[in-house]
């Protein structure tokens, strides 16, 4: 039995709460400065108020104040902020890290630094990092489809582990490993982790379709899947491509990280409302407004790749014609751009 | 304008109506065996009973006995059997065509031959042929997502040509461009047709996931996206496994053909339904019987992979653990094995 620190306490750092407990580790769990509310909930009731659920017996949390504690001897670190708490966790977790610790990462997102190109999460922790600590730690990190609700429900949930060491991947295997969470592995780093991030932006792409569907219906057919499936398979097409670009394996557009992820997302992820509010005609400025509160990552991830395909354009990596998805989508939430899907722009080289 | 003959009045081959009168197009539409009733209802009304809409204005119906007229002076001819008609309609189509005529074909299905090799649809047709027509036919074909009824409705609709001449598919594919019906062209005729295929046998694979989901929801989240993400990727990775065995283009893994196809398949299709009922725990047998009449092309395209795979092992091309998914289908069709996701076998090379 291990003791594991799980860094965040939204909604899929707390859900792996389930296999880590079913599998009787010591699991801490710690907020961060947006969690208050949520801590206290466990210590009073162990009720977690946005999964809905009470947590499995015997989780222990921990308040952002309490990290120090939380962090001494432990044999794992999961970091489950989002995207943008990257810098706050590399700054509360850094100085408790040494050489030897492993972390294993359910951020999902790319950052797109100053010369367009995009970086992986493993890689921006571990730049973030003091040097001596850099090479020195191991930063892992979940893609594959999965929502928080259904594994802490023990759904079956198909995940890929990735990382640079097979033989860490698979002890941390042995840790997760349930009869509902099947894990599969791969040193693939870079190709899972942008599948992991491009499908928060691409689910918004086929949930256009779903919107147009709300608005449809008046000749007595509602239905909009012809219009799905062809976002979804431009989507597929431009992960391909961005895989090539960043270096990932072309093969993750065949199993859990890209069409497995990106299904997922459609159907259960948030993202789901903003594009389905956005196909229905509204603007981003009345989508997003109707919205308040929720954290879009897909607004976060279109907005970087759309900056990166800028300066990739410019270096002559990225040509003008490509990607036009996800470069509509970067128009309808930054320049005030109705959704016209670009058709025929679709499946070129 | 050119005068096209749609042979076989069903769902798929009538849809087709509506991009090429939109177009100008004489159009000729000829039922089978059986389709009489809809010939029927088509001279009377107008009126198509499945796809439960008038057809467009112009279209000219004609009964199986009237085929040598509906072929006359055609530029075009559409396959729009299912497949099992294939032997009907070239029986009843071959000595029409002269050398030189082009068809095109909305068929979808692989045939198993005697050694295990399988055999597309457009190849199938050719073989049927006489000898001295074989080869100096167009036998074209189309892939990609496609529900008829939303086709009708004139819903934005992305397909491909695919067939052995460019210059050809360039010529059909001006016939039939719209402003909703968005045409590629693709020369991998093996690859985009055994996606075409698959993707009948594998919508059942997910569909059992949404079978799950409706017996599920005592612990108070009936939703199973998670499982049937994961039942897609396999999907995904065992289609682009029999590409490789078929010669297909590995490439249709990313766009129209295979993740798209697939994508609508489970959502529009006939086959949701017995996957459905499969997936709710019910036999073959007894969710068969709830479902008389309904042709499953879906049980028709397990049966043949499932004989395929089993001379392809003897002959050393695959292994007893590939296609786990295919494999555990066949089984429930046709040994009365109840349905239990062999989730460990997934995603193995």
Known sequence: MATI??????????ALCWPLRDNGHTVRLVGTFLDGDIINSLHATGFHPTLQRQVPEGVQPYFENQIGDALGDTDLIVVGVNSLGVDWFTMKVGPFLKPGSKLI???????DLPNGDLQIIPEGIMRRLPVGLQGHVSINAIGGPCIAHELAARRHTGVVFCGQNSAVLQELRQLFTTSYYHIWISTDVVGVEVCAALKNAYAMGVAL??????????????AMYNPQAALFAQSCFEIRHMLQITGGGVDNIAWLPAPGDLYVTVFGGRTLRLGRLLGQGFSFDE???????VTLESVEIITRIGRALKRLEARGIVQNDEFPLIKHLDNVIHNGVKVNIPWEAFFTR
Chains 1, 2 share one sequence.
């Open 5 to 14: 620190t799980i860094v965040g306490a939204g909604m899929m750092g707390t």
């Open 105 to 111: 990462a359910v951020t999902k997102g790319l950052e």
């Open 209 to 222: 379709a779903v919107g147009m569907m709300d608005q449809s219906g008046l000749d007595g057919l509602a």
């Open 287 to 293: 989508a997003h407004s109707q919205l308040a509160g």
